[in-house]
């Protein structure tokens, strides 16, 4: 019997070769690496789950915030590029598991939806890293007028920081006008305002009150801090 299980084996290792050989190339790796099937998931409720976690750190459309990647000493791969949509839908569902604990099953397929959204053709061009805008579009002064009022208390007059503020919500003062802040994008800062930052403590409290174009006004104040 012994004999007859080892004579079994080995044919089917045998036949497995050949088998493959019958196939075309690309029929073979069809074989092992198959083009997933439309994601199940709800692209929009995945784009709205992907603006409140990934974009602080992928950007407005996965083309990487250059800051963020630059501090962790990470190549940039953005989403929509062949690399990254090469991956398998169960190796961007164990990252995003592995990455964000309270993510759901059904969160994680709205956000695959979306993120299989990014691919680009070939022929694009790939969107450059997100860096600061070129140029914000509020008015500056009125914005200084928001910022006494709304942020001075706790980032100080010209962005430095109040010790004592950044003491009691327990985070470290990152000047407004460094590198490491100025890098933002125009996005994000927006979303810190409106939102709070950043997940998952929000140690920074959104600002419910302000409208569109009082957002707008301080971001251009903001930008007026760089060093």
């Keep these: ?38 994601p199940k998931g709800d692209v929009e409720a995945g784009k709205k789950l992907y603006a409140e976690q990934c974009i602080k750190c ?9 800051g963020l ?8 791969v953005p989403l929509g590029s062949e690399q990254a949509q090469q ?12 990455g964000f604990e ?13 993120l299989r959204t990014l691919k680009r053709e070939p022929s694009q061009a790939p969107a450059k890293p997100t860096q600061t805008q070129e140029k914000a579009k509020g008015d500056v002064e009125a914005g200084k007028a928001l910022y006494v009022k709304q942020c001075q208390r706790c980032h100080g007059a010209n ?9 009691v919500v327990g985070a470290k003062i990152v000047h407004l006008g460094s590198q490491g802040a100025q890098e933002k994008s125009d996005d994000f800062i927006r979303k810190s305002m ?3 930052c950043c997940k998952p403590t929000n140690k ?9 174009e009082q957002i707008e006004n301080i971001l251009a104040f903001t930008r007026t801090l760089k060093q």
């Design 1 to 38: 019997m012994k004999r007859y299980v080892i004579a079994l084996i080995g044919a089917l290792l045998m036949i497995a070769p050949l088998a493959l050989s019958r196939l075309g190339p690309a029929q073979a790796r069809e074989q092992t690496t198959q083009t997933p099937e439309k």
């Design 58 to 66: 992928h950007g407005d459309k996965g083309e990487g915030v250059l």
């Design 69 to 76: 990647y630059k501090h962790a000493k990470a190549t940039i």
């Design 87 to 98: 991956k398998s839908d169960e190796e961007i569902r164990k990252s995003m598991a592995d």
């Design 102 to 114: 309270k993510l759901t099953r059904e969160d994680i397929e709205n956000l695959l939806a979306f």
């Design 159 to 167: 962005g430095e920081g109040v010790p004592r503020m950044y003491r």
């Design 194 to 196: 409106t939102d709070g």
């Design 204 to 212: 920074m409290q959104a600002i419910k009150e302000l409208t569109p």
